[in-house]
């Protein structure tokens, strides 16, 4: 038996549901406004919640019972959300639909709506099939374990979601940040051997952070809860530069975190200044508005422009969602014009590829580069870190992709006696109140670039979520482990 809330203007329609559910068990209680529904889900807690999408009767532009959705949500995380309305699908629930948040299906008000909702309620009793997922479970639904590593202060673990809501708290892992971050600095990607180096890495940050009691106990914990379970790792700078992202699990998968969960990266001390790209903002947005740069100058990179027009065409033809996408060839795309374009506040996403340059003496006179005239006339011009911070202050952008050598790259922070200095491109974009940044370690092969790209605004559009979009172009170009890009990017999302 399922507790079931209905809510619905129309009292016909909330009689019409509410006795057959009763009939088949269900416990059932009614609302016919946001206010009467929001009382109900404080007081109880409930299985399933079915929607009037247009609950004020304003016709299309009225979404007040997907706006109530994540007001539910977040007061029971684990309620399973039917949309209903007498219209038929619009972009906006349709959106709403595809990005989850607890939105597991529309149902248009037809003459046999009660047995749909019946066949959705009870379907969700069936267990689903191993390697696949319920019909009932939300995609854009994980558990989320933050892991908080700190030299300065005890160590949260927090676990939270549908399926668990745990803390823990340790004392910090006795991590030999400096010897680590050495190893990896003289790793050559393109030397044979460099896969036994990576996982040797991945071995020693797996015992020094996931075997500590705690830290397991939770990981294992939500492991047990739920198989969608999102990484956060939380680090002060002087942690920022681990290659966390090469932590090899030694348990019963035997394989890197990476590959098994979605990843990201949450700086201390960095507020972002604009929300970040994530479901509930796709479903609102009237469209995503991309500017691609591409910036080939000298030497010459084959996978540049590729990358560009790729990208711009597959935007361009996409279905899902609206976007407005400006491209700026390497023949447009030259100093003065970009910096015009990244103070702007007409982008939500920026993505850029072409040369960038990581001082690890000095990070913070890292840069990207562009030519100083139109049709690739004239001298070069950097970019610099600092400069870059500036520009983007004055933006709008919510996530910058950095398609470039070493973008994400990050001094050890150790080393620098930092007060608002920078480690490197990605932290000096997340800086200027950037929330989101996607960049390289390393430098990336050029027809990789384009495919690990194409593979993440893909999975972005279908999924919602910056996380698992990475981890979807991950997974694919895993396919070849001998091409280290999988390994490559760093998510760093201050969501």
């Not at 595809?98 to 037809?110: L, M, N, P, V």
């Not at 997922?133 to 558990?143: G, L, P, R, V």
């Not at 590593?149 to 340790?170: C, L, M, P, Q």
């Not at 850029?352 to 030519?371: C, K, M």
Request: with cysteine; proline share 3%.
């Amino acid at each position: 038996m399922s507790k079931i809330l209905i809510v619905d203007d129309d009292q016909d329609v909330r009689d019409t549901l509410k006795w057959p559910l009763r009939d088949a068990g269900h416990e059932v209680d009614t609302a016919g406004d946001q206010a009467e529904a929001l009382e109900q889900i404080v007081q109880h807690t409930y299985d399933f919640a079915v929607l009037d999408v247009r609950l004020f009767g304003l016709g299309e532009d009225d979404i007040s019972g997907i706006t109530l959705s994540i007001a539910f949500k977040k007061l029971c995380p684990a309620i399973q959300i039917i949309l209903l309305s007498q219209y038929e699908k619009t972009k906006k629930t349709d959106r709403a639909v595809r990005y989850g948040g607890g939105i597991i299906d529309f149902i248009q008000k037809k003459h046999d709506f009660v047995e749909q909702i019946i066949k959705i309620i009870e379907g969700s009793k069936i267990e689903p099939i191993a390697g696949q997922e319920s019909n009932t479970q939300s995609k854009s639904e994980y558990t989320r374990l933050v892991i908080d590593i700190h030299d300065d202060r005890a160590n949260h673990i927090r676990s939270s979601g549908d399926y668990v809501v745990s803390k823990y708290i340790t004392s910090p892992p006795k991590i030999a940040t400096r010897d680590i971050i050495r190893q990896e600095n003289t790793l050559s990607f393109k030397a044979p051997g460099w896969a036994i180096w990576v996982k040797g890495i991945g071995d020693q940050l797996w015992k020094e952070i996931f075997e500590t009691t705690e830290i397991n106990s939770a990981f294992s914990k939500a492991k047990g809860k739920s198989s969608r379970i999102a990484i956060v790792y939380e680090t002060s700078k002087e942690k920022i530069g681990l290659p966390l992202e090469f932590i090899y699990a030694n348990d019963d998968q035997n394989d890197y975190l990476i590959l098994q969960h979605p990843v990201s990266r949450f700086v201390s001390g960095i507020s972002p200044t604009r929300n970040a790209i994530d479901p509930h903002w796709l479903v609102f947005r009237k469209e995503l508005r991309v500017l691609l740069i591409a910036s080939n100058t000298k030497p010459v990179i084959d996978g540049v422009d590729r990358e560009i027009d790729t990208l711009y065409q597959y935007l361009q033809t996409q279905k899902i969602i609206p976007i407005k996408v400006k491209k700026l060839a390497t023949e447009q795309a030259n100093y003065e014009a970009v910096q015009k374009e990244l103070e702007s506040e007409s982008y939500d996403i920026v993505h850029y590829a072409g040369h960038g340059w990581y001082d690890a003496g000095n990070p913070t006179n890292s840069y990207l580069l562009f030519w100083a005239e139109n049709n690739k006339q004239g001298s070069l011009r950097k970019m610099r870190a600092a400069e870059l911070t500036t520009l983007l202050r004055k933006s709008s952008i919510r996530l910058f992709y950095l398609s470039s050598c070493h973008g994400a790259a990050t001094a050890d922070g150790t080393d620098i006696a930092i007060n608002g200095d920078f480690l490197g491109m990605a932290e000096a974009i997340l800086q200027a109140g950037v929330p989101s940044v996607v960049g390289f370690r390393d430098s990336v092969r050029d027809q990789s670039a384009v495919q690990i790209a194409k593979y993440f605004y893909e999975s972005l559009l279908m999924r919602g979520r910056l996380d698992v979009a990475l981890w979807d172009a991950r997974c694919k170009m895993a396919a070849n482990r001998d091409d280290p890009t999988w390994l490559l990017p760093i998510l760093f999302n201050q969501a």
